[in-house]
């Protein structure tokens, strides 16, 4: 179960699972790719604040299980990851650039999920088992 936070006057433990998909869904996220995102949405979180829970990928799309404070907007977070890994990416990966014509990484579009402590533990073996087919 997520940890009980408390804030200035407040309580709070807030998880959100959140999905986007890779635009045209394109299998790009794979091998050095899949690695470099996962350690660039890692410390995009550090650096705002919140905390990625799990992640795991397959290919054309992302899950994460994200905890935040009630400061965190959902579009802002998902602004930064998204914008961010994609201009990494494309930077520290070229030949993405020519995969994905257009110059964007990710659809923009995104799922949203509010997590409770009764679904905590089947989103997260969710999550886990992205791979596993």
């Known amino acids: 179960m997520s940890e009980i936070k408390y804030g200035r006057g ?4 807030i998880q959100y699972h959140i ?13 050095d790719v899949e690695i470099r995102l996962k350690e660039i949405l890692s410390q995009i979180a550090l650096d705002n604040h919140f905390e990625i829970a799990e992640m795991e ?8 299980l994200v905890e935040c404070s009630p400061q965190h907007a959902i579009p802002s977070m998902i602004k930064a990851l998204k ?3 994609a201009r990494l990416l494309f930077k520290e990966f070229p030949p993405l650039k020519q ?7 990710w659809n923009p579009s ?14 997260r073996e969710y999550i886990q088992n992205q791979k596993v087919k």
Do not use: M, P
Request: aromatic share 14%; with cysteine; net charge positive.
């Open 10 to 13: 407040y309580v709070f433990s």
């Open 19 to 31: 999905v986007w998909c890779v635009k045209y869904r394109h299998k790009v996220l794979l091998n």
């Open 57 to 64: 990928s397959d290919s054309d799309h992302i899950h994460l």
């Open 83 to 85: 914008g961010v890994s």
């Open 99 to 105: 995969k994905l014509w257009g110059g964007h990484l």
């Open 110 to 123: 995104y799922f949203v999920a509010t997590v409770s402590e009764n679904t905590e533990k089947q989103i």
